[in-house]
C-alpha cells in the first residue's frame, strides 16, 4: 500500500539478487509517496502548495514528476491537468480516499474554484528552482502513479523481465523466461459483476510499454445526496459528465497511457476514441455506462487472441464448426 493504492512489482526470476532488488521497492514508493502525496502535510507537493506564489527549489523527484505532468498537460491540451486541486476538494474528495466512504459522505459542496492555467507554472532550470501562482494548488494523482510505476521498472529492468502495477498504471519490460511477453487483465467494471470473482474483458500481451486505466466505477462518493467521481473536467472545474465509465489505454509509457486514459474518459466515447485514433502510438478501450464496449482499431492487436494467432498460425484448429 502507498499512494492510495496497492502496488506490486514481479520479475521472472527467482534468484537470490533479484529478491534483494524488489524488496527495495517498498522503500523506493514510501519515499516517493513523502514527495507527491497531497494527503500528508508535511510532503514535498504540500510544502510547494503552502508556497504559492513564491518560488521553491523542489527535490528530484517532485521537480521530475512536475516536468512530466506538464508533459501530459500539453499532451492531453490540458485535459490532464495538475492544477485541480481546489476543485477535488470542491466536489468533496478533502481527503484520503479510505476515509472517505459513501457512508460518510462528503463535506457539502461549494462553487467550484477557477482552473489555474497550468501553463502559468514557472521554471528555472539553473537554480533548479519553480513557481506555482498565488491561489494555484497542485494534485498530480495520476501522472505520480504512472510515474511511480514507469521509476520501479527502471530501477529494476537491469534484473531481466519486470511488471510492475501500480493501482492499476502498468508498467511492462522484457520477455518472460517463456518467451511471451507480460499477461495483463482488463477487468469489467460494470456493474452486476460478482464481487468475489474478477471478470475480465480482456487479456492484454505487453512489453516494453504502459497500460493504465482511468475510470470512475470506484472513487465514488456522496455529496449532498449526489453521486461524485475523482476525474475532473478542468473545462468546468466539476466532475466529468462523460459516458465512458472506464477507459483503458496501452501507450509507449504508463505516464502517457494515464494521461490518454483520463483525456478519452473526459471527452466520453465519440471525441475520445477519435482522440485516440488521431495518435497511432496509442490504443484503447472504453466501457461506457450503458454497458457497450468500443476498442480502437489498434487495440485488437494487444490481445490475448492476436497474439495467440501470431505465434500459433502454422496449428490453427476450428472450435466450432
Known amino acids: 500500500q502507498a499512494m492510495g493504492c496497492d502496488r506490486s512489482a514481479n520479475a521472472d526470476s527467482d534468484t537470490a539478487e533479484v529478491a534483494s532488488a524488489l524488496a527495495q521497492a517498498p522503500l523506493w514508493f514510501e519515499a516517493w509517496e513523502q514527495a ?9 507537493l504540500s510544502m510547494l502548495n503552502r508556497f504559492a506564489g513564491h518560488w521553491f527549489a523542489p527535490g528530484e523527484t517532485l521537480w521530475d514528476v512536475l516536468q512530466h505532468a506538464l508533459r501530459a498537460a500539453h499532451l492531453t491540451q490540458g485535459l490532464a491537468s495538475p492544477t485541480l486541486l481546489a476543485q477535488l476538494e470542491s466536489a468533496g474528495y478533502d481527503r484520503s480516499f479510505d476515509t472517505l466512504t459513501e457512508q460518510r459522505g462528503a463535506r457539502a459542496a461549494s462553487a467550484p474554484a477557477a482552473v489555474h492555467d497550468w501553463r502559468q507554472i514557472e521554471f528555472d532550470a539553473a537554480a533548479h ?4 501562482p498565488a491561489g494555484m494548488r497542485l494534485d498530480l494523482g495520476g501522472i505520480a502513479k504512472g510515474w511511480a510505476a514507469e521509476q520501479a521498472a527502471r530501477l529494476l529492468e537491469e534484473h531481466g523481465a519486470i511488471m510492475v502495477n501500480a493501482g492499476g498504471d502498468i508498467a511492462a519490460r522484457g520477455i518472460r523466461g517463456n518467451g511471451e ?16 470473482t474478477v471478470a475480465r474483458l ?9 497500460v493504465a486505466t482511468s475510470g470512475t466505477d470506484f472513487r ?4 449532498d445526496g449526489q453521486p461524485r467521481h475523482h476525474i475532473i473536467d478542468p473545462r468546468s472545474g466539476l466532475p466529468a459528465d462523460t459516458d465512458v465509465l472506464a477507459a483503458t ?3 509507449p509509457t504508463t505516464i502517457d497511457a494515464e494521461a490518454a486514459a483520463k483525456a478519452a474518459l473526459i471527452l466520453g466515447s465519440t471525441d475520445g476514441l477519435a482522440w485516440i485514433e488521431a495518435r497511432p502510438h496509442f490504443a484503447a478501450l472504453l466501457v461506457c455506462n450503458s454497458g ?3 476498442r480502437s482499431s489498434r487495440y485488437p492487436s494487444f490481445t490475448w487472441n492476436a497474439y495467440w494467432q501470431r505465434t500459433h498460425h502454422d496449428h490453427r484448429t476450428t472450435v466450432f464448426a
Open 220 to 223: 465514488r462518493w456522496q455529496q
Open 249 to 251: 489505454v496501452i501507450a
Open 202 to 210: 480482456d487479456v492484454l500481451m505487453v512489453t516494453d510499454c504502459g
Open 292 to 294: 457497450a464496449i468500443v
Open 181 to 196: 511477453p507480460w499477461p495483463v487483465g482488463v477487468t469489467d467494471p460494470r456493474p452486476g459483476n460478482s464481487q468475489d
Open 36 to 44: 507527491l502525496s497531497r494527503f500528508r502535510a508535511d510532503s514535498e
Open 129 to 132: 528552482a519553480l513557481r506555482i
